[in-house]
């Protein structure tokens, strides 16, 4: 069975031939998972976070068994994509960190979110002009809400992802990578 996701009127819908179901965003929420690759690994630092605090600075460590180039992704809860780093360099079993306290962690509205951080591997650049690039300006239009094209991207690449849970706090912000309020 074939399913495709699909944004129409700022709605998330599920689809099969021509049958379409609206999701909540409830439902939405409940497509965002960790999904682990023997292939490549994607680690928060530290592991053994259950939850981080919005303001936190966050690393990631990544591994991949073959040389190319790493991309990573974050997916916030309501569909909008950022590409965090595009295009690094990997070497086959050498692990790089991503972001270096580049980053900090940030929630919508001051309310604790679920994010989903993906880790893309290829062995030549993807070109990522389409997506809101981090620290640019955060669109808020429809076309922000790309999660359906990453999903395309992902049936012909080697990714990871890691869910991860930010409690709320008092940061506001405008850029990606940020949250708007």
Same mark, same amino acid.
């Given at each position: 069975m074939s399913l495709t996701l699909q944004r129409q009127h700022q709605i998330w819908h599920l689809y099969h031939d021509q049958i379409g179901l609206a999701l909540r965003p409830s439902d939405f929420l409940d497509l965002l998972v960790s999904v682990e690759n023997p292939h490549l690994t994607l680690s928060p630092r530290p592991e053994d976070k259950p939850v981080w605090r919005e303001g936190e600075p966050i690393n990631f460590s990544v591994q991949s068994k073959s040389a190319g180039f790493v991309?990573? /992704?974050? #997916?916030?809860?309501?569909?909008?994509?950022? /590409?965090? #780093?595009?295009?690094?360099?990997?070497?086959?079993?050498?692990?790089?960190?991503?972001?270096?306290d580049d980053l900090e962690t940030n929630t919508l509205n001051g309310q604790t979110s679920r994010d989903l951080y993906v880790a893309l591997h290829s062995p030549t650049p993807l070109d990522w002009s389409r997506y809101s690039i981090l620290g640019e300006r955060l669109e808020q239009e429809e076309r922000a809400y790309q999660f359906h094209e990453l999903i395309e991207r992902l049936d012909t690449r080697v990714f990871t992802t890691r869910l991860l849970t930010t409690q709320g706090g008092m940061k506001n912000g405008m850029t990606a990578g940020s949250r708007p309020e």
């Open positions: 991309s990573l /992704v974050n #997916v916030y809860e309501d569909g909008k994509v950022v /590409v965090m #780093v595009a295009n690094r360099a990997i070497t086959a079993n050498q692990p790089i960190t991503l972001l270096a």
